[in-house]
C-alpha cells in the first residue's frame, strides 16, 4: 500500500516547524521516519502534512555528563550506541540499544522518536521511565519538561501535543553503588520481545537497598515496579520468585498470535530473576 496524500514541509529553522505544526492540527512530525513511515504505508496514519525535522540545526547532539545522557531529536540509534560517554555514564541506555531491531534501523531510527511513539514492546520507552528520566517539548506556546512518568498514556500514545516537537530527552546517569541488568527474549533477532525485564540496582556493603524493574511487552505501557520490599535485602531464589510475584501483580501480560499470556507470565519470572541478578553482580562490581 502506499500512503494517502499528504503535504510536506521541510524547514530549516525549529521555529518555522513549530508553526506549521501550529497551522495543522492534522499535521505530523518526521525525524528517522522507521515508525511512522510503515504506518503511512499502511494507511494506519494519515496526516494532512508531514514536517520533516531533519533539516533543523542542533538537534543531533549526544552529550553525557556527570548528571546524565542528553540526547536531542535527530540523533539516531547508532549515534547513541557508538558513545563510550554515554556507555560510561548511563550503560542501560547502551545495552538496551543493543537490542534494537537491526543495523539498518538503528542508522535511521532516533532515540527520541522511539520514545514519543510510546510503543509499551520497544526498549527505550522502559528505559526512560526506569530511570526517571524526561523529555523536552518545544512549541509555539514555549518549552515544556515531561516526566517519564507522565509521558506514556496509554498503548502508542504519549502525552506530547500534536503541535509539540520533543527536542531532547535526558536519562540519568547510574547513581554510585548501583548496578544494571537488561534481557530480553525474541523469537528471531531484531524482532519486538515477547517479554523484556531492564533492572536497576543499589547496595550498600552486600545489601539490596533499592530495587526496580522495568517491563516490556507484557503491559500497554511500560511498567516500572519497585522490588525492594520483596527482595528483603538479598537476591536469592526465594527473594527473586517473591520479586516476580510482586511484578506479575502489576502487570497484564496479554494473548496474542506471538505467545500466550501464561507464557509471557513464565518469562516474566524468569528474566525478573536473571536480571535482577546481573545487576546485583553488576552493583557489586561498580564498588
Known amino acids: 500500500m502506499k500512503p494517502a496524500p499528504f503535504a510536506f514541509l521541510r524547514p530549516q529553522r525549529l521555529q518555522h516547524a513549530l508553526e506549521a505544526l ?11 521516519g522507521q515508525s511512522l513511515v510503515p504506518l503511512l504505508n499502511m494507511r494506519l496514519a494519515a496526516p494532512s502534512t508531514l514536517v520533516d525535522i531533519n533539516g533543523l540545526p542542533d538537534l543531533d547532539h549526544v552529550r553525557a555528563d556527570p548528571e546524565g545522557v542528553r540526547v536531542g531529536a535527530l540523533a539516531r540509534h547508532t549515534d547513541v550506541l557508538a558513545s563510550p560517554d554515554v556507555r560510561r555514564v548511563q550503560p542501560l541506555l547502551s545495552v538496551a540499544l543493543e537490542h534494537v531491531a537491526h543495523a539498518t534501523i538503528r542508522n535511521r531510527g532516533t532515540v527520541v522518536g522511539s520514545l514519543v511513539h510510546a510503543d509499551a514492546a520497544a526498549e527505550l520507552p522502559v528505559v526512560l521511565a526506569l530511570l526517571g528520566g524526561s523529555l523536552t517539548a518545544a512549541s509555539t506556546r514555549g518549552t515544556r519538561e515531561i516526566a517519564a512518568a507522565d509521558l506514556f498514556a496509554g498503548p502508542l500514545e504519549s502525552t506530547v501535543a ?22 530480553e527474549l525474541a523469537r528471531r533477532h531484531g524482532d519486538y520481545a515477547l517479554c523484556g ?26 511498567t516500572v515496579v519497585d522490588l525492594t520490599e520483596a527482595l528483603g535485602g538479598v537476591v536469592s531464589t ?15 501480560p496479554g494473548d496474542d498470535i506471538h505467545a500466550t499470556a501464561a507464557y509471557r507470565s513464565r518469562l516474566v519470572r524468569v528474566l525478573t530473576a536473571r536480571v535482577l541478578r546481573a545487576a546485583y553482580d553488576d552493583a557489586r562490581g561498580r564498588r
Not at 22 to 32: Q, R, T
Not at 238 to 250: E, G, I, K, P, V
Request: net charge negative; aromatic share 6%; hydrophobic share 50%.
Open 238 to 252: 526465594s527473594s527473586t520468585d517473591a520479586a516476580a510475584d510482586l511484578a506479575l501483580s502489576h502487570l497484564d
Open 162 to 183: 500534536h503541535d509539540e516537537i520533543a527536542v531532547e530527552a535526558f536519562f540519568p546517569a547510574l547513581e554510585r553503588h548501583a548496578g544494571i541488568g537488561f534481557e
Open 22 to 32: 501550529a497551522a495543522d492540527p492534522g499535521s505530523k512530525v518526521l525525524a528517522g
Open 197 to 222: 525485564v531492564a533492572a536497576l540496582v543499589r547496595v550498600e556493603g552486600d545489601a539490596v537497598v533499592d530495587a526496580h524493574a522495568g517491563y516490556l511487552s507484557v503491559a500497554d505501557v511500560p
